[in-house]
């Protein structure tokens, strides 16, 4: 059998093939030790594919800005011990793959998802953008506004300290008119951003923020109606994704293509 885990900031999803998905919280998960425990209990894994909130490259978790683990070379530690293949992979870029499955006529899709953090990926032409280093696309670590405050990564300017779970420290309807005002100026600034290097002709948004915060949907749809888009006509369809584990669907998809 495979094992699937979507390990995020908040959440770690698990689930054995087509079966239940079990959640826990990350906060909570030691990666090897539980990966070492499943092995243990399912005899009969053959494979193990992640999609992880970081920065990772053939196998190697390379940094987690909003996951206390990093450099780490999962493939090469579970093969030579276990026999055992991993399959790692950015969490947004396996959302992305989900949801381009849903959206195949989408020539050039972006997705942003604001959860804890602040992740996006873009397919271009049925193929994820990857960059040399596999981590194209990190728009939420676009400097932006000082802050007194460090993002994971070390920097103090990241859009991430304006736009994610973290920066609201709860919910955007409790946020005082400071933070919420900031939150939406980066997360304009990261849409006409994305708007003007890639003209996606469909953008999808998820996350936990998303879903708890039905208003960013129509906030952009209006900030594209004031673009410079407008000008030309040009159509931009902006939706929401309809599931919460779309990492491990992409997954799956990976799995069996």
Do not use: W
């Amino acid at each position: 059998m495979n094992l699937y885990i979507d390990f995020g900031g908040t959440n770690f999803r698990y689930s054995f093939n087509d079966g239940e998905l079990f959640t826990l919280k990350s906060v909570d998960i030691e990666l090897v030790p539980f990966l070492e425990s499943q092995i243990n209990l399912q005899q009969d894994i053959r494979k193990i594919y992640i999609s992880f909130a970081g920065q990772v490259k053939n196998g190697k978790i390379l940094s987690s800005p909003n996951i206390a683990i990093q450099n780490l070379d999962l493939k090469t530690y579970f093969y030579d011990k276990y026999n055992i293949e991993i399959f790692l992979e950015n969490d947004l870029n396996c959302a992305a793959v989900y949801e381009h499955s849903r959206h195949k006529n989408a020539d050039i899709l972006a997705l942003f998802y604001i959860g804890t953090g602040f992740g996006s990926a873009f397919v271009i032409g049925g193929k994820i953008l990857r960059g040399k280093d596999n981590i194209a696309g990190e728009i939420g670590h676009t400097p932006f506004r000082k802050k007194d405050l460090k993002c994971g990564c070390g920097r103090d300017d990241c859009l991430e300290l304006c736009v994610s779970g973290k920066a609201l420290k709860g919910t955007f309807e409790h946020a005082d008119e400071a933070t919420k005002k900031e939150f939406l100026e980066g997360l304009a600034f990261a849409f006409h951003t994305v708007l003007n290097l890639f003209n996606p002709d469909l953008f999808v948004l998820g996350g936990g923020v998303v879903k708890n915060n039905p208003f960013i949907l129509d906030f952009l749809k209006e900030e594209y109606n004031n673009s410079s888009f407008k000008a030309v006509r040009s159509v931009l369809r902006i939706s929401v994704s309809d599931i919460d584990d779309a990492g491990i669907e992409g997954l799956k998809i990976v799995s069996k293509g």
